[in-house]
């Protein structure tokens, strides 16, 4: 099946720095996602992207749909506490009937004291 | 407002029992999507729901996962004879719009809940 690969697996950084990771797949996507994940919580959708090329902000979140279609980065920029967490890039494929979402593995992002 | 709630947050079985997970999407969502998630894993999907029916069970792993959805709102994930490597948290989400739109159709994502088989 289709497959996400997202890099890097796990983030190691201090309060304030600038954080990017991002997501490579064989296969083209119609729309990429990007989600949050907390302990014990379902994932949250930070940022959808729906055209090659698109670059979209959140707050201190920006996301790009690469213009091949089939990558994507996430940026944080001047981490805060509350930045730690599971990050997930997602895509749905195209003609995709359902808008079931494929997930990337996650990246673990950790903000040392 | 409230949002997909799941329940048992937690559920400790013996390996060959039967469990029932419950999720309640947000009300008036008519997309409901059940997904699995292994430890240091990302969701993976196991079936849609539009209204009443599954409309794509293709995720489903093997015939001991049923799901139904009678009324088009409470959906239940059923396992029979639970197995030790179906220990995962299994997330529901639901969304409002017909899927395949051209914006897309935002999942909003349950608790989840934590299967273990013991």
């Known amino acids: 099946g289709q497959q996400l690969n997202q890099s890097p697996q796990s983030m190691f950084i201090q309060e304030g720095e600038d954080v990017s990771m991002n997501c490579t797949s064989s296969?083209?996507?119609?729309?990429w996602l990007w989600y949050k994940q907390d302990p014990g919580e379902g994932p949250v959708l930070l940022i959808a992207?729906?055209?090659?090329?698109e670059l979209t902000s959140n707050g201190r979140l920006t996301a790009q749909f690469g213009i091949t279609r089939k990558d994507s980065f996430l940026n944080i920029s001047a981490s805060i506490p509350s930045d730690v967490g599971i990050y997930f890039c997602?895509?749905?494929?195209?003609?995709?009937?359902?808008?079931?979402?494929?997930f990337g593995k996650g990246t673990r992002l950790h903000i040392l004291p | 407002g409230a949002g997909v709630s799941q329940t048992p947050s937690n559920k400790v079985t013996e390996k060959g029992k039967y469990v029932e997970l419950r999720c309640d999407p947000i009300?008036?969502?008519?997309?409901l999507y059940w997904y699995r998630q292994s430890l240091g894993q990302g969701p993976e999907f196991l079936i849609y729901?539009?209204?009443?029916?599954?409309?794509?069970d293709s995720g489903l792993p093997n015939d001991r996962f049923f799901a139904v959805r009678p009324e088009g709102s409470v959906s239940t994930l059923k396992i029979q004879r639970t197995e030790r490597g179906d220990s995962a948290v299994y997330l529901c989400?639901?969304?409002?719009?017909?899927?395949?739109?051209?914006?897309?159709?935002?999942?909003?994502f349950g608790p989840g809940t934590r299967l273990t088989v013991l």
């Open positions: 989400a639901s969304s409002s719009l017909a899927p395949g739109g051209l914006a897309g159709a935002q999942q909003f």
């Open positions: 296969s083209i996507f119609n729309t």
């Open positions: 992207l729906y055209k090659a090329g």
């Open positions: 997602a895509g749905q494929l195209p003609g995709n009937r359902d808008d079931k979402i494929i």
């Open positions: 009300s008036g969502h008519t997309a």
């Open positions: 729901f539009q209204g009443t029916g599954a409309a794509d």
